[in-house]
């Protein structure tokens, strides 16, 4: 075989290869969520719900992607469990149910795919922007309340709505070809303090008045969770911090559509 065919079927197959292009890719994600802000201001660690999610990732080559993402999730606190005697004396509780839609940017630090030549383990980073639906409640004798309604702190209003920059880090494996599995955990610093309607300080009773002796009751007991009533008026209630976070960590799978374009 001459030089020239050697040459020219070299730069065949390096077509051929090239042709195939991992361009889209659609997953299942699962993990848990975690929340840090005013009743949980340390343990980054205390991911006490599952969350589950779906994701749709356009792959532009073996290192950069751009991922949309679904997540749903809870997050929570509960001081009466609390190992410190300080929160166990606030006594203050919240749930929430959280949905998360985020768009990202991948990137790997590896020639991550499965053609000839390419890794198939990569870790990687992703960042961009999500937006979250939150509603912070908690249970009150026996019934549960959403926190918005009652003003615990005096305030106005909140909106139930924050973004955020999400950053992750994680580790990526593919096998059977057109299949991946990914783990991650990432944070989201978010744009509100009320994740858990927990902010600034105690309100004084004129604050907390409502429009019934019942609702200014209910609004009074629900400022002041704690068994000997240590929220005096212009007291903090919540921490220093200015905005609530929370994590997610959990694991991905995905499958790879490939399109084969024409070398001709």
């Known amino acids: 075989m001459t030089s020239s065919i050697k040459v020219f ?7 051929v290869f090239s042709a195939s292009s991992q361009t889209w890719e659609i997953g299942v994600t699962a993990g848990g969520m975690a929340y840090l802000g005013d009743l949980n201001q340390n343990n980054l660690r205390k991911f006490n719900h599952p969350a589950a999610g779906g994701v749709i990732k356009r792959n532009f080559d073996s290192n950069w992607s751009l991922k949309l993402a679904l997540l749903k999730g809870k997050i929570s606190a509960d001081e009466s469990i609390s190992p410190y ?11 929430s149910p959280l949905t998360e839609g985020s768009l990202q940017v991948e990137f790997n630090f590896f020639d991550y795919g ?84 927990v ?14 002796t019942q609702i200014t009751a209910l609004r009074i007991a629900l400022s002041d969770r704690s068994v000997n009533k240590i929220g005096v008026p212009g007291t903090q209630r919540g921490d220093f911090r200015k ?14 559509f490939v399109s084969q374009k024409c070398a001709f």
């Open 85 to 95: 005697q300080q929160e166990r004396d606030r006594n203050l509780s919240f749930f």
């Open 9 to 15: 079927v070299l730069l065949m197959f390096s077509s």
């Open 114 to 197: 499965f053609d000839y030549s390419q890794k198939r383990f990569t870790p990687f980073l992703s960042a961009g922007v999500s937006l979250a639906v939150f509603n912070p409640q908690t249970n009150y004798n026996g019934t549960n309340y959403e926190l918005k309604y009652y003003n615990t702190e005096g305030q106005e209003s909140y909106n139930t709505t924050t973004y955020a920059i999400p950053i992750a880090a994680g580790l990526k494996y593919n096998f059977g070809r057109y299949f991946n599995i990914i783990g991650e955990i990432g944070f989201r610093d978010t744009s509100t303090d009320y994740l858990d309607d």
């Open 243 to 256: 905005k609530d976070s929370y994590l997610f960590a959990g694991i991905t799978l995905t499958y790879t």
């Open 199 to 212: 902010s600034g300080y105690y309100a004084n009773s004129a604050a907390l008045q409502g429009n019934s």
